[in-house]
């Protein structure tokens, strides 16, 4: 917590004991944490966040980003199914631009995110550096 107030108190440039919506998000960005929809809803229906409500709703985060984590990592074990840690580029292609993937990327999305991803070998790509890009890429 006294690394999260340091954050807060560091943001909170006029002192009134509140982050708007901007602060909130640069907090964020500053953690490495893309928020969902959601919370970025509830702090924009607040307008402001106290030191009490920025905790929650970082917490809240973490719990929603460790349980996609480990959706994530069911769905990586379905195509790594030698649990080398490793899939092919047509096997991602197929996880993230399926109908019916979570992630529902367009080619062109997925071309970017290959970018990204800066594989050496494309028949050879870490699924703990794909879900660490999922996880984390804004």
């Not at 509140?18 to 702090?43: C, M, W, Y």
Request: charged letters at 20%; proline letters at 4%.
């Amino acid at each position: 917590h006294v690394q999260l107030k340091g954050l807060f108190q560091s943001l909170d440039h006029n002192r009134d004991g509140k982050l708007d919506e901007n602060q909130v998000r640069q907090a964020f960005d500053l953690l490495g944490i893309k928020p969902s929809a959601d919370t970025v809803s509830v702090f924009s229906e607040l307008q402001f966040a106290d030191f009490p409500a920025f905790v929650e709703g970082l917490y809240a985060e973490k719990h929603r980003l460790q349980d996609f984590g480990a959706q994530l990592d069911l769905l990586l074990s379905f195509y790594d199914t030698n649990q080398s840690g490793y899939v092919t580029r047509t096997d991602l292609e197929q996880l993230l631009c399926s109908q019916s993937s979570p992630f529902c990327f367009t080619k062109s999305e997925f071309a970017s995110f290959m970018i990204t991803l800066e594989p050496k070998n494309p028949n050879r790509i870490g699924t703990e550096w794909i879900k660490q890009r999922l996880l984390f890429s804004g």
